[in-house]
């Protein structure tokens, strides 16, 4: 598999190739951010970026969906777009805890969901990740907390906790 990297900052990282359950780090120099790339691929996915400078196409962040690992653990992998947020309803029991991950596919957004302390910033080209267990049962607002544009107060959606 070959994934082609370039930084936020448009230095371009050497493309890489990785094997099958085998991990890869690139560049062995750090880039001009100081960070250096390792990923983890799993099967035909990404499936772990660590100090992420971008976020190929076809990465598992690439994709919004909610993955439930077991019983009270949940995975929901966001994407903010102009003016929505994907998925839009997410619904877990109460007492998980859920790990979010956060891209953005075009400007910078906010992803903050009332009555909580989730506060994400949404980057292009970044993955952000942020852990919360929600204890009551509760339906929470998630609203874009930063200025995206013409329809930014439409962006909104929502966490049910039953």
């Excluded at 309803?89 to 957004?109: C, N, R, T, W, Y």
Aim: charged share 20%.
């Amino acid at each position: 598999m070959h994934y082609p990297f370039e930084s936020n900052t448009g230095s371009n990282v050497t493309t890489i190739s990785v094997d099958y359950n085998t991990k890869a780090t690139k560049p062995t120099e750090p880039t001009r951010n100081g960070y250096t790339f390792e990923a983890t691929v799993v099967g035909t996915k990404l499936a772990k970026v660590n100090n992420p400078e971008c976020v190929p196409p076809g990465s598992l962040y690439d994709e919004a969906r909610i993955e439930k690992l077991d019983d009270d653990t949940y995975q929901v992998f966001s994407v903010a777009k102009m003016w929505q947020f994907d998925p839009a309803a997410i619904e877990i029991p109460i007492g998980s805890q859920v790990d979010f991950f956060l891209i953005s596919k075009d400007v910078v957004h906010g992803l903050n969901i009332a009555g909580t302390n989730v506060n994400m910033m949404a980057v292009p080209g970044a993955v952000n990740k942020f852990s919360y267990t929600f204890r009551k049962k509760c339906i929470f607002t998630v609203v874009c907390n930063e200025y995206c544009g013409s329809q930014h107060q439409a962006m909104v959606g929502q966490v049910v906790v039953k």
